[in-house]
């Protein structure tokens, strides 16, 4: 049985929804997950399922691990799902999830894109310095403004509109701090520090976009043969030609990731959108509600028995359908 309502869309989560079982979790409980490591090992000539252990104290040391670990996990996921016969006739990522949505929507092969994240995590490593942090709640005209009022543009940007009420900045340490403190002194925010090392999807790491592009450019990209939606445009993209995927990804290193405005446009789009996470945990689940609810939602992954879960969201498509 085939289950793919026609508003099912696949989203793909980024590096947040790491987590040290991630592969061991989806080896364990599906067999063939293990073949897809294994495969990936022989394309990256190491071996992932030996440093993808919940034990490894260095799992995620490397951004370019996690890149790697992400990616493979949410493929496997989407494998599974597709083999239960959940087919997501629609799809989009977040950030490192934008490869997965290439993979899904046909313009990249999963040997090209795993290529592709390792060379990206790579190049991170090699950036320049810098935190991520996530700021709820607040909306993103009032942190743009504070900035403004601390002129600190460039050294501190909003890097991912994640939802109204929920973003994330990025820059140099001392810049972020700076921006949270005054914050702090008009409102009660949650802030957490999401990534140590780098300010991705900011303007510091425009020279990693410009090494980056010359990758891409020896990257074999095909049009994609369902809309694409590109994090730095938020908007849908019918039959795009390689070389715009190739500038999007590009600007997609060192300009912010529009998460709302594609979730948004999905929703106008699909007006009984069923918005599916397919990856570790349910980062981009838990985004939903508290005053925004563009779609139904659903998560692939609930944290314990992921083979039983599948087939109760299994049924639960089926039924839809």
Not at 144 to 157: Q, Y
Request: hydrophobic share 40%.
């Amino acid at each position: 049985m085939t289950v793919a309502p026609g508003s099912l869309i696949f989203m793909f989560p980024g590096q947040s929804s790491r987590h040290p079982d991630m592969i061991e979790k989806v080896t364990e409980e599906w067999p063939q997950g293990a073949a897809i490591v294994a495969y990936a090992s022989d394309l990256l000539r190491r071996d992932i399922a030996s440093h993808f252990r919940s034990d490894n104290p260095d799992i995620f040391t490397h951004n370019r691990d996690v890149q790697i670990g992400v990616f493979i996990a949410n493929h496997i996921h989407m494998k599974r799902l597709e083999q239960a016969g959940v087919v997501g006739r629609w799809s989009l990522g977040l950030s490192l999830g934008e490869y997965n949505h290439l993979v899904h929507a046909g313009a990249l092969t999963f040997e090209a894109a795993l290529l592709l994240v390792d060379e990206r995590g790579r190049l991170f490593d090699e950036g320049p310095p810098g935190i991520m942090a996530s700021l709820f709640p607040i909306e993103a005209d009032n942190v743009e403004r504070k900035i403004a009022e601390l002129d600190a543009g460039g050294r501190v940007v909003i890097s991912l509109y994640n939802a109204p009420r929920q973003q994330v900045v990025s820059g140099d340490r001392d810049a972020v701090a700076q921006l949270v403190a005054a914050l702090d002194e008009e409102t009660l925010i949650e802030v957490i520090e999401i990534e140590p090392k780098i300010p991705m999807h900011s303007p510091a790491f425009a020279p990693v976009a410009q090494r980056f592009r010359e990758v891409l450019a020896r990257t074999p990209i095909a049009t994609p043969h369902v809309p694409y939606l590109a994090n730095v445009t938020g908007a849908l993209a019918v039959n795009p030609s390689p070389d715009q995927i190739r500038v999007n990804l590009a600007m997609h290193v060192c300009e912010p990731v529009r998460w709302r405005n594609s979730i948004d446009t999905l929703a106008e789009h699909l007006p009984d959108a069923h918005f599916l996470e397919v990856g570790p945990r349910a980062v981009l689940y838990n985004m939903f509600g508290r005053g925004w609810n563009p779609g139904r939602s659903s998560k692939a992954d609930n944290g314990h028995n992921w083979r039983e879960h599948i087939k109760g969201l299994t049924a639960e498509l089926g039924h839809e359908s």
